[in-house]
C-alpha cells in the first residue's frame, strides 16, 4: 500500500526528497528509475529539483520539457551515499506521442547504465518502456501550497 505524504512548504518538500533518497536502494544490474505520475502543476518538477538539492548539485535544474533529457553528475562527495549512482537523469516525456521518440533519443542506453538514477516525469506517456520494478511517486495538486504525493 503506499505511503501518502502531503507537502506544505518547500522545506518539507525537500525533506521527502532527503527521505526518498535515504530509503532507495539502487540496481545493481540496471538503472534506477522512479516514474512521476500526476497532473500538470503537481509538483513532479520541484521534486525532482529537490532530489537534485539532496544529492549535492548545485546546478540549477530546470525542467527538460523542451530538451527531453538531462544529466547532471553527483557530485563525488554524494556518490558513497548511493554506491554506484553517478547521474542523476532526468526526463520529461509531456512533450512525446509515444515512447518510441524516447527510444530513439537513446534511452535504453540510459537504462542499461547502473550507474543512472532515472526520474522520469509524465512517466504515464512511456510506462511500456519503463522496467516493471520501476518505483511509482503520484503526485496530486491539493492547493497553491500543499501536495500530495504517494510513494509506491
Not at 532507495?24 to 525532482?48: E, I
Not at 527538460?64 to 537523469?89: C, D, E, G, M
Not at 510506462?127 to 511517486?137: A, G, Q, T, Y
Request: proline share 5%.
Amino acid at each position: 500500500m503506499p505511503v501518502k505524504t502531503s507537502v506544505y512548504t518547500l522545506e518539507q518538500l525537500q525533506t521527502a526528497a532527503r527521505d526518498f533518497i535515504r530509503a532507495l536502494t539502487p540496481l545493481s544490474n540496471q538503472a534506477t528509475v522512479v516514474g512521476l505520475y500526476g497532473d500538470l502543476g503537481s509538483g513532479k518538477t520541484t521534486f525532482t529539483q529537490a532530489i537534485g538539492r539532496a544529492l549535492g548539485i548545485t546546478d540549477p535544474m530546470q525542467s527538460p520539457t523542451f530538451v527531453l533529457i538531462k544529466q547532471y553528475p553527483l557530485p563525488v562527495s554524494k556518490r558513497y551515499t548511493l554506491n554506484a549512482i553517478r547521474y542523476l537523469i532526468h526526463v520529461d516525456a509531456y512533450r512525446l506521442k509515444n515512447s518510441d521518440e524516447l527510444r530513439n533519443l537513446c534511452f535504453g542506453e540510459l537504462l542499461a547504465d547502473p550507474r543512472n538514477l532515472i526520474f522520469v516525469e509524465w512517466a504515464d506517456r512511456v510506462v511500456d518502456i519503463l522496467p516493471e520494478n520501476h518505483r511509482k511517486l503520484n503526485f496530486r495538486f491539493i492547493d497553491e501550497k500543499t501536495r500530495e504525493i504517494s510513494f509506491s
